[in-house]
């Protein structure tokens, strides 16, 4: 589903890639850096190079998936961050989300990182989440599926077109600094 929401978005305009934090060495904690060979702060400069960013998880259990939630807790670092002019680092961004599983709790866990994203300074645009979830007790996964329900593409694609538009307009009018 992340790779649709890119592709959606580059059809907007917009230009980007795939980071899966789960294949890095992303230590706990709510630093910019942890040491040691942590490789959050690659990952972060990432993040502040970008205009959009794609928050993608399963649902596990009801809920985010920990590497999701490990996201969050070190994107907190950046509530005592500041851009140039005084303004919270993550000001002037987007934040978009895409949920998958085969049980409930796309809206729950969708709610929470649009909470928290907007906590760290994340824009949220209209209708920025898109998700897929199959009837509980059901093995079918979403990559399986032969082909993107209509309802999932349409999500997706007023998805990307929302959040393309946001991003160009946050990066003509930036925030006013404090």
Do not use: C
Request: charged residues 25%; without cysteine.
């Amino acid at each position: 589903m992340a790779r649709q929401v890119l592709d959606a978005l580059a059809e907007q305009g917009a230009t980007g890639d795939s980071v899966r934090v789960v294949d890095f060495d992303v230590r706990p904690g709510v630093e910019t850096d942890m040491g040691g060979g942590d490789a959050w702060p690659d990952i972060r400069r990432r993040i502040l190079d970008a205009d959009i960013l794609v928050v993608s998880t399963p649902t596990w259990v009801g809920h985010m998936s920990s590497v999701a939630q490990r996201v969050l807790e070190r994107l907190d670092a950046e509530l005592s961050e500041t851009d140039g002019q005084g303004r919270p680092s993550m000001f002037g961004k987007v934040a978009v989300t895409a949920v998958v599983g085969n049980e409930d709790g796309a809206h729950k866990i969708t709610a929470d990182l649009f909470q928290a994203l907007g906590d760290i300074g994340f824009t949220i645009p209209a209708q920025g989440g898109t998700y897929w979830n199959n009837e509980a007790m059901n093995p079918k996964d979403y990559i399986d599926l032969e082909r993107t329900p209509e309802a999932v593409a349409a999500a997706t694609a007023t998805l990307a077109r929302n959040a393309a538009h946001l991003a160009r307009r946050l990066r003509e009018h930036p925030y006013p600094a404090p």
